[in-house]
């Protein structure tokens, strides 16, 4: 300490011929080192301090340049350092800052004063100065030590490093934070400097040691501080603008303060722009200076004070301007929607990936004005540098800004940057739904977000909106404001997206802004929040769940049948062909949304089905459920179980083109669809046209494949057809359950996605006549009632069926909905007849056909004989046979030949349960169809009999 005091006593004799009669120096005395104390004046060859009335940081700062040091940290007063003892020489002292010594300031006189020594006055001097700058906030950093100034070496000198010089020295942040002054002389006091940023002094630094070093001048570090802080924020990236300016801080008048004028203030401290302009004193009421007003930036300046603006004002604090910053952007990706999110405290730096999830992305998006569509990890977007920030991360979704979210505290990680966390942003969002799904369609462009006029939005918009914010599609298009109406502007008009658009942006539409539209014509959507994933085809995979901004997997728990219905449904698919369990389609990642999951089949969403509650499950990713749903829907038909065939892929409805197309490619169809099988195929677009894409053509099913999907056919999407080429079926939506064969059995009726029963009220053979003609069989042999074929499940959907007979399908008979007095022991069934002739000169003659397999054919007359004429005659009710017919004798049939080698013995019910050889094998051609003629007053039908058994007498009698 007495070395200090020399020191500062050769420092004051160079000022003294400077001093006023009798005025000889200053020393500090009492601090706990040379850069403070409580001030002592030598005046009259006598040391005396110096009362605090009035006493100021302008005084301070005369104090401590008077002894070579920069500024004053602080001013102190009550004796802080100590109570002095002698004269009290100086009081009231006015310093203006401008002086070179104490003695020119306005003070009442030597001696004169009011005080005791409790009211001593004391100073902190600033231990750092920066030299050879071009202004008084840049130069070489210098620190006091040891009665001398210093430099400081550059290893490892980084950001933080500079930031505490810079605050130390009273400015705010560092702009640069190495930057060449030139060589300094005297010692190098520090070396391998390492500040966290929170530090008050660069002294209080991690480094080397004092005078511990391994550099040269040549490495002597420097600075470039900004004149401009924020100021009050809860955030070092917001808060009151100020200043420095003649070595004080003051404040900016809001007058005409706006966004631009805040983002060059932003930019000038190192971030990249500005979030919003506040006025009205937002961060609170500065004090001193006012030292802008009327500022009127282009945008382009560096500084504000470059910016135009008026040195004088006519505002008090009450309008100090401020800022809000952006403290947060994306790099690493040539995309300004995504890239690896860093953030600035001071200097940019990286987040870190532990727990990084979509809530976190939200929050990082929506500061950017933007919507979220997913979050990265594992350095997605490279390796950032410098400090990792943020760890541990735990946004709820609904912050507005990153920093507001819960977090492992500033640079406290255990990460590296191979865990730098990213983020993908949207630039399309939806608004003022109930769920994240839905909502009106908001779209930034311009910096500026607006709303889509309904004007031909349809649903093919609505899926490129949906598919844009990573939802498989959209459920439903929204018009009139269906969401509330939305404010500013209406950026697009008439768009017509063709669907497989991957953003709205590219759909064609009026020019941006151009429309004749007002807000009450916004477009809005309902995305689905369901998907499939891990799956061969679109119409399965695994089940994933969108919930909280998060796409999630649901437990295979008590997964069945009606809750793979809900979700292809929910889907727009028709129903499911089956579910699955055990991570089916592989293991799933993120949360588990949904476990013990029980629908009943009638909802409408899978999130309507009962469950354990959102996240709650005891399960790991091993057991997610999936489903494979029926990729194929039935479109302009005037039922359910009719229309053009439409098949699912690549996110897309398309249609089937007609070339090839027959009742083995229908029957895969309707049985994909939970029908029975097919009545009938179409071609030439007879449902109508489609539109978009034409998927298939050249389809050749072999009848036994159970998606359309699995049939051959040319390459996806590759045709020679138009849309008036479109495929379509008539499905068959009645079946027959229960039975020991396929042409009896308990009656089941297809309604509303679900199959149900018939109540046996009433039930007889016209109403089962209708059941079978409309399953293709030519009548029914028998109604039957009282659960004949077993009791059925579910709805029982028809009761006191009332059938003229001459109808076609049993929907259109009378009856009533109402089945409260029914229940499935009362199950209605019927059993139809398999045979049929066709072609006769009589109802009791004619080429005997066979349904099986859902597809009537011939009989070959191989082995055929009137055993087997009889049979058939005895099963179609028409008395025993006249005569036996081949060589296609009533006409050449089509489709297979079901049956040959038929040996019955006439005692069989039917000719099914006669000895004959394979089904279906092609044994025979249709020259061979057998026919029969059956007993019955005929004429024609007698001369047949009449020339046939001419024919048997000639040759040797069969069976």
Not at 254 to 260: F, G, I, N, R, V
Not at 369 to 392: C, H, K, M
Not at 450 to 475: E, M, R, W
Not at 706 to 730: P, Q
Request: proline content about 1%.
């Amino acid at each position: 300490m007495e070395a200090s005091l020399v020191f500062l006593l050769i420092l004051t004799s160079f000022f003294s011929q400077c001093y006023s009669a009798g005025y000889e120096g200053i020393r500090l005395v009492g601090g706990s080192s040379e850069l403070e104390g409580r001030v002592e004046v030598k005046f009259n060859n006598q040391w005396g301090t110096i009362c605090d009335d009035n006493w100021s940081r302008y005084d301070a700062h005369v104090v401590c340049r008077q002894l070579f040091f920069t500024d004053a940290v602080a001013d102190r007063n009550n004796a802080y350092f100590g109570q002095g003892t002698g004269p009290i020489w100086m009081n009231n002292l006015k310093c203006s800052r401008s002086e070179m010594t104490l003695d020119q300031c306005s003070f009442d006189g030597w001696g004169v004063h009011d005080c005791g020594h409790d009211e001593d006055a004391g100073v902190v001097c600033k231990s750092v100065r920066l030299m050879e700058g071009s202004s008084i906030k840049e130069g070489r950093v210098e620190i006091f030590h040891s009665g001398s100034w210093g430099t400081v070496c550059n290893d490892y000198f980084t950001q933080p490093d500079a930031n505490v010089v810079c605050r130390q020295m009273g400015y705010g942040t560092a702009r640069s934070p190495v930057a060449y002054f030139g060589s300094g002389t005297g010692d190098i006091w520090l070396d391998d400097v390492s500040c966290s940023g929170s530090e008050q002094t660069l002294e209080s630094c991690s480094h080397k040691g004092w005078g511990s070093h391994n550099c040269g001048h040549g490495e002597d570090v420097g600075v470039i501080c900004n004149d401009i802080t924020l100021v009050g924020g809860s955030l070092q990236s917001e808060g009151r603008v100020e200043l420095y300016r003649s070595g004080s801080w003051g404040t900016v008048c809001d007058d005409s303060w706006s966004a631009t004028d805040a983002s060059v203030a932003c930019r000038q401290l190192g971030y990249p722009s500005a979030i919003s302009a506040l006025t009205a004193a937002y961060h609170g009421q500065g004090s001193g200076s006012i030292f802008m007003d009327d500022v009127a930036c282009s945008g382009s300046e560096t500084s504000l004070l470059s910016c135009s603006h008026s040195s004088s004002h006519n505002c008090d604090h009450s309008e100090d301007a401020g800022a809000r910053c952006q403290d947060v952007r994306l790099s690493g990706s040539s995309s300004p929607w995504e890239g690896r999110v860093e953030i600035f405290r001071g200097q940019w730096g990286t987040v870190c990936d532990d727990y990084w999830t979509i809530s976190d992305a939200r929050a990082v998006c929506r500061q950017l004005g933007r919507t979220a569509y997913a979050s990265r990890s594992s350095a997605y977007f490279g390796y950032g540098g410098g400090p990792i920030w943020l760890d541990d991360v735990a946004c709820s979704g609904s912050e507005s800004r990153l920093a507001s979210c819960s977090h492992g505290g500033w640079g406290t990680h255990n990460c590296g940057h191979s865990e730098d966390a990213g983020v993908v942003c949207s630039d399309i969002t939806l608004v003022n739904g109930s769920t994240w799904y839905e909502g009106r369609v908001e779209i930034y462009y311009n910096n500026v977000w607006g709303t889509i006029c309904d004007d031909h939005f349809d649903i093919d918009d609505a899926n490129v909106v949906c598919k844009q914010l990573g939802y498989p599609s959209a459920l439903a298009y929204k018009h009139a404001a269906s969401f509330g109406q939305g404010s500013g502007q209406i950026w697009l008009d008439n768009v017509q997206c063709s669907g497989s658009e991957t953003r709205v942006h590219s759909c064609s539409a009026s020019s941006w802004g151009t429309n004749d539209c007002t807000h009450g014509e916004d477009a809005g959507v309902v995305c689905q929040s369901v998907r499939l994933v891990g799956g061969t085809y679109d119409s399965e995979g695994r089940v994933e769940i969108f919930q909280n901004g998060q796409w999630g997997t649901v437990c295979d728990d008590f997964w069945s049948s009606n809750d793979a219905d809900v979700v292809c449904r929910e889907m727009g698919f028709s129903g499911a062909i089956s579910y699955k369990t055990n991570a089916f389609y592989g293991a799933g990642s993120g949360p588990i949304w949904m476990d013990n999951v029980y629908c009943t089949g009638s909802e409408g969403r899978l999130r309507d089905c009962l469950s354990n509650g959102w996240n709650y499950h005891n399960c790991g990713h091993g057991h997610d459920a999936g489903v494979v749903c029926r990729g194929v829907r039935l479109v302009g038909g005037s039922s359910t179980s009719e229309g053009r065939v439409e098949v699912f892929y690549q996110g897309q409805w398309g249609t089937v083109c007609d070339d090839d197309w027959d009742l083995s490619d229908a029957n895969v169809v309707c049985q994909q669809l939970g029908f029975s099988g097919a009545i009938q195929y179409t071609s030439s677009a007879s449902f109508g046209q489609g539109s978009g894409q034409i998927w298939l053509d050249n389809v050749a099913c072999s009848g036994s494949e159970t998606r359309l999907e699995d049939c051959t056919h040319s390459s996806w999407g590759t045709h020679n057809c138009g849309h008036g080429e479109d495929a379509g079926v008539i499905c068959i939506d009645i079946r027959l359950v229960g039975g020991s064969s396929l042409n009896e059995g308990r009656v089941e009726v297809y309604r509303n996605g679900i199959w149900g029963t018939v109540c046996d009220d009433r039930w007889n053979k016209q109403d089962a006549d209708v059941v079978c003609r409309q399953l293709g069989y030519p009548e029914a042999v028998s109604a039957l009632g009282s659960a004949a074929f077993g009791q059925g499940s579910g709805s029982i959907l028809f009761d006191d069926v009332k059938c003229s007979g001459a109808e076609s399908r049993l929907q259109s008979c009378p009856y009533t909905s109402n089945t409260s007095d029914c229940s499935h022991s009362e199950d209605a069934g019927v059993i139809c007849q398999t045979l049929r002739l066709v072609n006769g000169t009589c109802p009791h003659s004619g080429r005997v056909e066979i349904f099986y397999n859902g597809q009537w054919g011939t009989v070959c007359d191989d082995q055929w004989g009137l055993h087997d004429a009889k049979v058939v005659c005895r099963q179609l009710g028409l008395g025993s046979a006249s005569a036996y017919m081949t060589s296609a004798y009533y006409g050449a049939g089509t489709g297979p030949v079901w049956l040959s080698r038929v040996g019955c013995s006439g005692s069989e019910s039917k000719l099914e349960s006669c000895s004959h050889g394979t089904w279906g094998a092609k044994t025979c051609s249709h020259e061979e169809d057998a026919g029969v003629v059956c007993t019955g007053r005929c004429g024609v039908c007698t001369s047949q009999v009449t020339r046939k058994k001419r024919e048997l007498f000639s040759s040797p009698l069969q069976n």
